[in-house]
């Protein structure tokens, strides 16, 4: 029987009580008769997503396509929709329809299911899931696609897909060793991963397996010419196995990790992928990376403060766009997962930067321990006087383009300027417009000026980042550095954040559900500012516990979550615990249509930035702490209690309600919590439903 691709291990929770909602068995869907093993041949008429012209429904894969199958192969996706202010009822989906080859079947309900990932642990996910069966005597390539059947019939349906899969004779075309230590035998064992890949190319094998049978680091180089197999070659190991790119420690410019093999598929708690020496995993165009259940992790002494050519690494993303991650185990990181296709469980940890931004789907994670205090703290840069005899001198700063130009004066006159560069070329002695990159680069120009002294008191960060203290890295005017010493600072203004929507990016079908999120110093939720709109996006069943502690550049009172700058249509927030951070929504930059939704989340307070409230966004049955005044225009509003008294031990990830929290019941809008237990009808605000009570 064909495996499901499913991951690793996460981060230990409590034991979650048997859902309801376990199903006696799974639907199975065969391909039509007309199916050929040819992609789409079953289909008499494609089905096809309509073009957006009201709200539709979000829905995702929630296990990655592509994956060869010799019996059976469950897929699942998470699907859901605001069904006039309430998803009690099946997400507030009439059904989810799966289209397969011709074959047609109607999931009425959405489940709770166990999978056993990559590491042979059973996971229990919620989805709308459907096991595809192979025909008898066919094989080949076949299409997939999900729609997505709103209740409310005013809405439209969305349809996902082609995603390939592979009813096969076997799960591998080919299967080859990986020793590091080994004499390589042509066609079965290698000592190097590049020659394992190079001969899959050479076979033209479409789903291989490269197992790791000797304990070692192995370089991953690119395959010359690339190489573009249909499904998924793997990478697994017997015995710990770490894969690498030699850098020699940033000296390279191109210091990444660059396969150009499509379908790469790196699986197992025994494969660590370290990037010591990588800023970036670069995949090309049209390629995706599988990380189901293996490690992933920056093993330097650093580990997640790692300076890349004095700062943090240059690349919005580790990974490139498009990788699906399946229970991994990721760690000492910045910016992990940027744009991921996918993001199914696993543990995140010691994390900086921003988590998951631009993801599409991040469901059923543990995360904790994200921060950025490293990079956004003022450090002590360098001191600088005038010691001459003359009346005034200042020092000042500029940024042009992508330099930032010093200027000293006395006197009023220019006594000489050095510009910095941003750019790896200036840091590369490359660029030919620019004086220098570092701080000590600045300190020896002033001291070349007459009668100017500079002490330099710390080389970490680069020269661009100088400024007053306080001031995040910004240029600055005129300094007076004649009355006595002044001592600049150089930082970086980093803001950590859970998730982010980034500066003029759209964003369509985007589901956040049943994450854990703890003792982080960041804003939890950031969908401020975007493109041209954020459009059927959900945040469901999440429970966050951000630190309390405050520290310069990132108090933890101006960490908040943000809603506002964007076009919002089918925006919907549902059963989350924010247990020490707050919502706040922006009325004048921000326009929601009739199908927002901010409703029964246990959360600080819910405010809105403006005074005059957008009544067009619902906000019903939340609870915030005493203090706190229900948000204008809102009903159903609980107020009582506060971060400590509210929860059983959310700095330790335990949300179960308690106090005012727990008297506070109101019509439920989801009907499953945070550990995949169901609701009653009537329930507390947040991500977790009570336990029940004894007797």
């Known amino acids: 029987m064909g495996r499901l691709g499913i991951g690793c291990s996460i981060a230990r929770r409590r034991p979650q009580a048997v859902s309801a909602f376990e199903p006696a068995s799974i639907m199975r869907l065969t391909p039509s008769e007309q199916w050929d093993g040819t992609a789409g041949s079953g289909f008499t008429a494609l089905p096809l997503d309509p073009v957006r012209t009201i709200a539709k429904p979000a829905c995702r894969l929630i296990v990655p396509p592509n994956q060869r199958f010799t019996d059976r192969l469950t897929m699942g996706v998470m699907a859901m929709a605001n069904n006039s202010g309430s998803m009690f009822e099946n997400f507030g989906l009439s059904h989810v329809r799966v289209h397969f080859e011709g074959a047609t079947l109607d999931i009425a309900a959405p489940s709770q299911r166990t999978l056993t990932d990559a590491n ?288 000293a004066r006395v006197d009023g006159f220019v006594e000489g300027t050095f510009t910095v560069g941003f750019e790896d070329e200036d840091w590369l002695g490359i660029a030919t417009d620019t004086d220098g990159y570092l701080v000590s680069d600045v300190v020896n120009w002033l001291n070349t000026l007459p009668n100017w002294s500079a002490t330099l008191l710390d080389d970490t960060f680069r020269g661009g980042q100088i400024s007053l203290p306080g001031e995040k890295a910004t240029e600055f005017a005129p300094v007076d550095v004649k009355q006595a010493p002044v001592t600049f600072i150089t930082v970086f203004d980093l803001h950590a954040d859970w998730y982010q929507k980034r500066i003029n990016s759209d964003s369509e079908n985007v589901i956040l559900a049943f994450n854990t999120v703890i003792n982080i110093a960041a804003q939890n939720i950031f969908t401020s500012p975007s493109g041209e709109g954020i459009r059927d996006f ?18 933890s009172s101006q960490q908040k979550s943000q809603i506002g700058e964007a076009d919002f249509s089918h925006y919907v927030w549902a059963h989350n615990t924010m247990a020490s951070q707050e919502i706040v929504l922006d009325a004048d930059n921000a326009i929601f249509d009739q199908h927002c939704l901010i409703a029964n989340n246990a959360v600080n307070a819910i405010r809105w930035r403006d005074d005059v409230p957008d009544t067009a966004l619902t906000i019903s049955n939340n609870h915030i702490v005493e203090g706190e005044t229900a948000p204008p225009g809102s009903f159903g509003t609980s107020i009582g209690g506060n971060p400590t008294t509210l929860f059983a031990d959310a700095p330790n990830g335990d949300f179960t309600p308690q106090g005012a929290l727990l008297n506070a019941q109101t019509p439920a809008t989801t009907a499953y919590d945070l550990t995949g237990k169901a609701r009653g009808s009537m329930s507390t605000p947040g991500a977790v439903t009570p336990q029940p009570q004894p007797g």
């Open 120 to 407: 042979g642990i059973e996971r229990k996910y919620v989805g709308w899931w459907v096991e595809l069966t192979k025909p008898a005597n066919s094989e080949g390539v076949a299409h997939l696609y999900f729609e997505a059947v709103p209740t409310n019939t005013s809405m439209q349906s969305r349809v996902i897909g082609p995603y390939s899969v592979f009813p096969s004779a076997s799960l591998f075309d080919g299967e080859l060793e990986l020793a590091a230590g080994a004499i390589e035998v042509p066609g079965a064992v290698y000592n190097n991963w590049r020659s394992a890949a190079s001969h899959i190319k050479a076979m033209a094998w479409d789903s291989a397996r490269i197992t790791v049978t000797e304990p070692g680091e192995y370089d991953i180089r690119t395959v010359a010419g690339g190489y573009d197999p249909a499904s998924w070659i793997v990478t697994e190991a017997s015995t710990p196995g770490v894969i690498f790119k030699n850098m020699s420690g940033f000296v390279n410019d191109n210091s990444r990790m660059r396969p150009r093999v499509a379908n790469l598929c790196w699986r197992g708690s025994n494969l660590t992928i370290d990037f010591d020496e990588s800023v970036t995993y670069f995949v090309e165009n049209g390629e995706y990376v599988w990380l189901d259940g293996c490690n992933v992790t920056n093993r330097s002494a650093a580990g997640k403060e790692q300076l890349f050519r004095g700062g943090p690494p240059n690349v919005p993303q580790r990974f490139r766009e498009g990788t699906w991650f399946t229970e991994a185990i990721c760690s000492q990181l910045h910016n992990p997962a940027h744009d991921a296709e996918l993001v199914r469980g696993g543990t995140w940890t010691d994390t900086s930067a921003d988590v998951f931004s631009e993801a599409k789907c991040v469901v059923f994670t543990q995360c904790h321990d994200h921060e950025t205090y490293f990079f956004n703290t003022d450090r002590d840069a360098l001191t600088v006087e005038y010691v001459g005899a003359a009346s005034s001198a200042t020092l000042e700063s500029q940024d042009i383009g992508n330099h930032r130009m010093f200027t």
């Open 538 to 555: 959900f945040v469901v069943g999440n429970a966050f516990y951000n630190r309390l502690d405050d520290t310069p550049n990132t108090a």
